[in-house]
């Protein structure tokens, strides 16, 4: 067995949901989680431990930074909880955000930044990893300076940090007064590399509950495994690989039909692959006696931008409206004031994505619209089942067509896609591609079909499994399983959230 264990940490990608060495992992941390039971402290720094362990295994030596935040919020949230005075409150924050926000900056916008300069001062800048080199120097490492590495997860949990404080701040919270309750707070290995962005206030409450799980919570929580592991192992993986990536990539070689199916298919994909992961990691959540909180809420049923926002990546959305958007005035100052406040919101959400400027573009589209979305509402005070519809149309395919920039390799094979859907899409051939990928066509048409299955009719099917007989729900899980790693890709497919 110690043999066995030691292979499967020897790789990183081995702790990957979607890979066995995983859930051998989880189920040594579920065993003794169930053991220490009783006794909290005990219990939650073993917890705590295991995810520095996760962390370590999947980041390597950049879970020094998931230590240093952690020691930086602890620290500040602590003095804060013990000053009056306004100014030095505020002062504390801003070391907060200084920290925080320039380790994120460091590791993820340098080649970002660099390349506005070198482009608009003619300043040829060669970036250089001093953190590495510090490393290097201090512990006799051999990693490379050549280039920086973004860490895995660094966009979560500095965001996750961040709200902390501000919360402490804000007197919405108390400071956490155990390091090692905070560190667990922030290092929570479910969620840790992909979210979603969990709350002090919703997630610190539960660290100190006793460990009480019915068997109903265990069967949902399985229910929610299974469902997040064929949404990424069974759809998002097998058209990504066989069709999507492809197209992406090189989208000369294919027709405006199959461009137009990886546009579609890629809507489909990234929400499978994102919404998976995080059905996954409620449920490995909920096992261990955690409530996290719901991430998607079938987006691509919104009648709306604003009510797409309001369903996908849900955490993300609460976390810019409540410590940027709000802050920065809302719409309490204004249309102009809205306008700006939206654009902000979401060009730093977007860029918050990635460092490059399809994201920004991205984000600008979203805010752009968010803004025609309060016009129209401030003139249409009522709304119809055929407004509904015509809104629902509308949304679906802006958010899918705004999904190209945020996909496609470079800004160039934007126009590329574009120009091939429109030169080159050709009704004929329709019937012969359809035959020749055929498997792909039944998953998309099966994946977009489970989406928008009717959510009375959806929590029924939840309901009525978790209150089946219990050989029942053991043999329906096994056959699903076995299902899924048989119908799964052989190569490991990260997950797409993975490089935020």
């Keep these: 067995m110690k043999e066995l264990l030691d292979k499967i940490l020897e790789q990183s990608d081995l702790f ?8 051998i992992f989880f189920t040594l941390i579920l065993i003794i989680n169930s053991f220490l039971s009783n006794s909290r402290g005990v219990r939650i720094a073993f917890l705590f431990v295991a995810s520095l362990f996760f962390y370590f295994k999947t980041g390597g030596y950049f879970f020094s930074l998931l230590i240093l935040s952690t020691i930086v919020d602890f620290s500040i949230g602590l003095l804060l909880g013990r000053s009056n005075i306004k100014a030095l409150r505020q002062l504390l924050v801003a070391c907060s955000l200084i920290v925080n926000l320039g380790v994120l900056a460091y590791f993820k916008y340098t080649y970002f930044f660099a390349s506005i300069i070198e482009n608009n001062a003619g300043i040829q800048l060669n970036v250089y990893d001093y953190l590495a080199s510090f490393f290097n120097h201090l512990a006799g490492t051999d990693f490379s300076i050549e280039s920086i590495t973004l860490p895995v997860g660094i966009s979560f949990f500095t965001f996750q940090t961040i709200s902390y404080t501000i919360d402490v701040y804000r007197r919405e919270v108390k400071p ?37 799980l019915s068997e109903k919570w265990i069967w949902w929580a399985i229910l929610l495994v299974i469902g997040g592991l064929f949404k990424k192992m069974v759809i998002s993986d097998y058209i990504s690989v066989n069709f999507i990536d492809r197209v992406f990539e090189h989208p000369v070689s294919y027709s405006g039909f199959e461009v137009i199916v990886a546009i579609y298919g890629y809507a489909l994909q990234i929400y499978c692959d994102f919404s998976g992961y995080t059905d996954i990691a409620l449920g490995v959540a909920v096992l261990l006696g955690f409530r996290l909180p719901k991430n998607f809420n079938h987006p691509y049923k919104a009648t709306s931008i604003s009510d797409f926002w309001r369903r996908w990546h849900i955490s993300l959305s609460a976390w810019l409206r409540d410590y940027l958007y709000i ?22 959400g977007g860029l918050w994505h990635g460092a490059a400027l399809k994201f920004v573009i991205w984000g600008g589209l979203h805010g752009i619209a968010l803004v025609i979305n309060r016009g129209i509402n401030a ?4 709304s119809s089942k055929f407004t509904k519809a015509i809104g629902w149309f509308i949304t679906f395919h802006f958010v899918v067509l705004t999904w190209i920039v ?5 800004l160039q094979n934007v126009q590329i896609m574009v120009d091939r859907v429109i030169r080159t899409f050709k009704p004929y051939n329709i019937l012969d591609i359809l035959s020749a990928q ?15 299955i009717p959510e009375k009719l959806r929590m029924r099917l939840k309901l009525y499994f978790v209150c089946w007989p219990l050989y029942i729900k053991i043999i329906t899980s096994a056959i699903a399983v076995y299902i899924i790693f048989s119908l799964h890709q052989h190569s490991i497919v990260p997950f797409i959230y993975f490089r935020f």
């Design 16 to 23: 990957l949901f979607t890979h066995a060495g995983f859930w």
């Design 176 to 212: 956490v007064s155990n390091i090692i309750d905070f560190g667990f707070y922030v290092s929570f290995f479910p969620q840790l590399i992909a979210g979603p962005i969990v709350r002090a206030k919703t997630f610190i409450p539960q660290i100190y509950r006793k460990l009480v």
């Design 327 to 348: 802050p920065l005035g809302g719409s309490r100052k204004g249309f102009i004031r809205t306008f700006i406040n939206l654009m902000i919101t979401m060009l730093i």
């Design 379 to 382: 003139i249409v005070k009522k």
């Design 406 to 410: 945020f996909r496609a390799e470079s």
């Design 438 to 452: 055929t498997y792909l066509f039944v998953i998309l048409l099966f994946g977009f079909a489970l989406h928008w």
